[in-house]
């Protein structure tokens, strides 16, 4: 079975949760895809921990939820070592991160430290507590949510951890007819009750292979690099976004192209998934914040302005490319 049937299974069954989010869902798969983390940022209400639950239900992984709060600590996060009395040593009990998919919900109310206990996980895929490393289990996937309109109460994720997420997306309200379709899905039971796994961990690490395996043709590569560089030119823009922003793109458009049934990358994958990509690790000036101009705006300005000169390209990847 090849990885755009798998993950079209893994689609089809959190949408019978998720509804009339089909791009959400398919970016989603993007991301997990990548073994890169996600970050949702809409209104409460909209889908946001549905999807991660659908998500975790429909590959067999196990699934934590962590409720940030300002009280929270690093340690409710990562772990923590206590003495045992009867043996006289201390025994490591492994935190809510140490799960295959985590739902960290409202990631911006936590404090600065605790965000931070985040960094070495999401990174480098372990955690640090008392001296001794522990690897995180794999698969390994983070979904942070956080509301875009409350401000208070709230920390604002700094850019280093933005950095950190492969990629951003809104849910955003359902059109009238899907909003009818889930209140008659709603009205006896929970639809998420009914999701059963559809692919086992171990498909899903063999797909996470496989994606790396897709063709990206240097002048593919090329245009990411002059997108991602005139994030950093634009007069409106303050900080643009870092090399691992056109490694997160490159490694995205890897995925795209396989979910559509492709062993190449094309230009019109890029741009599918330059504003989920860049969009939230550039910073706006203030000045031009205050015109409301915000960073996807000009990430879809880019998109028009950046030309994507492919001479002569192909159409397929090389045969010389090709996996055994």
Do not use: W
């Amino acid at each position: 079975m090849t990885i755009a049937q798998s993950t079209e299974k893994v689609i089809a069954n959190v949408e019978k949760v998720i509804v009339g989010k089909h791009a959400e869902v398919r970016l989603a798969l993007v991301a997990l895809l990548c073994q890169g983390h996600l970050l949702i940022e809409d209104v409460p209400g909209t889908g946001k921990t549905s999807l991660a639950k659908a998500l975790a239900k429909s590959l067999g992984c196990t699934f934590r939820r962590i409720q940030f709060t300002p009280d929270l600590l690093p340690s409710d996060v990562t772990g923590l070592s206590i003495f045992n009395q009867k043996t006289q040593e201390f025994e490591f009990r492994p935190g809510p991160i140490m799960a295959q998919i985590v739902l960290a919900d409202e990631i911006n109310r936590a404090t600065p430290k605790t965000q931070s206990s985040l960094l070495e996980c999401m990174e480098e895929r372990q955690s640090t507590i008392d001296g001794v490393t522990y690897p995180m289990p794999d698969p390994f996937l983070v979904i942070a949510t956080q509301n875009p309109i409350e401000y208070e109460g709230t920390f604002a994720l700094p850019e280093a951890q933005l950095d950190r997420f492969m990629l951003r997306i809104q849910l955003g309200y359902p059109q009238p007819a899907e909003e009818v379709r889930i209140l008659d899905e709603h009205k006896t039971h929970l639809p998420i009750d009914d999701l059963e796994e559809v692919i086992t961990g171990g498909e899903l690490q063999q797909m996470q292979l496989g994606v790396r395996e897709i063709y990206v043709d240097p002048q593919v590569s090329e245009y990411i690099v002059r997108l991602v560089t005139a994030t950093r030119n634009h007069p409106d823009i303050y900080l643009g976004a870092s090399p691992r922003g056109s490694l997160a793109l490159y490694r995205a458009g890897q995925a795209y192209a396989a979910l559509s049934g492709r062993d190449y990358v094309i230009p019109d994958d890029v741009k599918a998934l330059a504003v989920p990509a860049l969009a939230h690790r550039t910073i706006v000036k203030t000045a031009a914040t205050v015109r409301d101009v915000d960073s996807t705006l000009i990430i879809r300005e880019l998109l028009d302005s950046v030309p994507v000169e492919i001479r002569g390209a192909r159409t397929d990847r090389p045969a010389a490319a090709r996996p055994a």
